[in-house]
């Protein structure tokens, strides 16, 4: 009877050490399946994708444009907010769908919301209408700063969809990333003079289709530099200056200068201001230069007509400045035949 008894106890203890053993590789097989980079790091690490699914009324002129796109996370957080958490910088306005939550297989805990956005975007025209844009989603946490959050890239889901379609651009290619961000105030909770935080960017380049819009956005500037060389070589014979009259001839120059001027207003309240110069100027300023120098050349033609100088030194005078013309208009077409050397990356 009491080795019965003392083999139940035996087998009790069998089955016990069995169970635990179970448990302990369970448990260790389950921490096998999460990343390390969640396992290694005392922070609440958050994994980040996007899908952008749309992009959308890129106004130059206002400096914004609008996009939706799907963001989600995965952590160890259960409870972690995504939808309440996350700051789109420079976002005019931001609309967030309820979130879905799941558990993935990986033992982490996956949120995804779609959103929709206007974000403040500083152009760089420099280029233009050669130019590439940088479209950048940039996302903070609202709570946590890095010391306990620390956002890492999916970069193996995330992209955009191939059917967004913009007129005038196309899709280049995209980027994410995640870097650290201080700002110079600790917000006035502390003693610290800083506070930084950890960032997650999605970046898109857009390139443009530039050579429809060469001809259509510049056409006025184009027919005045072809008038006013029409005009220089007419003053650059005695016999055209006698079939064309005086006041035909700076009609001609004064129909160009309108038709600048027209096209300079329609170019800058399509682009926003810029520091730096850009190729509209350099294209402006040509324009306003040949204009200059027809009109200049037009009137002194006249003075020494009327002055009764000779011929040939009125030609002379006319043709000098048509020759400084042509080469102004050849480094002009040698400059936008290569445009891809003005483009800053």
């Given at each position: 009877?009491?080795?019965?008894?003392?083999?139940?106890?035996?087998?009790?203890?069998?089955?016990?050490i069995m169970i635990l053993s179970y448990a302990?590789?369970?448990?260790?097989?389950?921490?096998?399946?999460?990343?390390?980079?969640?396992?290694?790091d005392k922070r609440n690490i958050v994994k980040?994708?996007?899908?952008?699914?749309?992009?959308?009324?890129?106004?130059?002129?206002?400096?914004?444009?609008?996009?939706?796109?799907?963001?989600?996370?995965?952590?160890?957080?259960?409870?972690?907010?995504?939808?309440?958490?996350?700051?789109?910088?420079?976002?005019?306005?931001?609309?967030?769908?309820?979130?879905?939550?799941?558990?993935?297989?990986?033992?982490?805990?996956?949120?995804?919301?779609?959103?929709?956005?206007?974000?403040?975007?500083?152009?760089?025209?420099?280029?233009?209408?050669?130019?590439?844009?940088?479209?950048?989603?940039?996302?903070?946490?609202?709570?946590?700063?890095?010391?306990?959050?620390?956002?890492?890239?999916?970069?193996?889901?995330?992209?955009?969809?191939?059917?967004?379609?913009?007129?005038?651009?196309?899709?280049?290619?995209?980027?994410?990333?995640?870097?650290?961000?201080?700002?110079?105030?600790?917000?006035?909770?502390?003693?610290?003079?800083?506070?930084?935080?950890?960032?997650?960017?999605?970046?898109?380049?857009?390139?443009?289709?530039?050579?429809?819009?060469?001809?259509?956005?510049?056409?006025?500037?184009?027919?005045?530099?072809?008038l006013t060389g029409a005009v220089l070589l007419?003053?650059?014979?005695?016999?055209?200056?006698?079939?064309?009259?005086?006041?035909?001839?700076?009609?001609?120059?004064?129909?160009?200068?309108?038709?600048?001027?027209?096209?300079?207003?329609?170019?800058?309240?399509?682009?926003?201001?810029?520091?730096?110069?850009?190729?509209?100027?350099?294209?402006?300023?040509?324009?306003?230069?040949?204009?200059?120098?027809?009109?200049?050349?037009?009137?002194?033609?006249?003075?020494?007509?009327?002055?009764?100088?000779?011929?040939?030194?009125?030609?002379?005078?006319?043709?000098?400045?048509?020759?400084?013309?042509?080469?102004?208009?050849?480094?002009?077409?040698?400059?936008?035949?290569?445009?891809?050397?003005?483009?800053?990356?």
């Open positions: 009877m009491a080795k019965n008894y003392t083999n139940g106890f035996l087998i009790y203890y069998i089955i016990r302990i590789s369970s448990n260790y097989s389950y921490a096998q399946t999460i990343e390390p980079i969640f396992t290694q980040m994708g996007i899908y952008i699914t749309n992009i959308f009324e890129m106004n130059f002129a206002g400096g914004y444009y609008k996009t939706t796109f799907w963001l989600w996370s995965k952590s160890k957080d259960q409870f972690y907010p995504l939808e309440q958490d996350i700051e789109i910088m420079g976002a005019r306005d931001i609309k967030i769908n309820p979130p879905t939550s799941l558990l993935i297989e990986d033992g982490l805990f996956y949120k995804s919301v779609k959103v929709a956005a206007t974000v403040n975007e500083k152009w760089d025209i420099r280029a233009y209408p050669f130019d590439t844009q940088r479209l950048r989603i940039a996302i903070e946490s609202t709570s946590s700063d890095i010391s306990t959050l620390k956002f890492v890239t999916d970069s193996e889901s995330s992209g955009f969809d191939g059917s967004i379609a913009m007129t005038g651009w196309k899709i280049a290619g995209m980027e994410i990333a995640t870097v650290p961000y201080t700002y110079q105030t600790d917000w006035g909770i502390g003693h610290n003079r800083k506070s930084t935080y950890s960032r997650f960017i999605a970046t898109i380049t857009l390139k443009r289709s530039s050579h429809r819009i060469l001809g259509t956005a510049f056409l006025g500037f184009f027919v005045a530099n072809i007419v003053e650059s014979f005695a016999a055209t200056r006698a079939a064309i009259p005086f006041l035909g001839r700076l009609n001609i120059v004064i129909g160009s200068l309108f038709g600048a001027v027209g096209n300079k207003y329609i170019i800058d309240n399509a682009l926003p201001a810029s520091d730096a110069i850009t190729l509209p100027d350099l294209i402006q300023i040509g324009s306003f230069l040949a204009i200059a120098v027809s009109l200049l050349t037009v009137i002194v033609a006249e003075i020494l007509d009327r002055l009764k100088y000779p011929g040939d030194y009125v030609n002379k005078f006319a043709r000098i400045n048509t020759l400084i013309y042509i080469v102004s208009q050849v480094v002009a077409l040698s400059y936008l035949a290569y445009d891809h050397m003005y483009v800053v990356p």
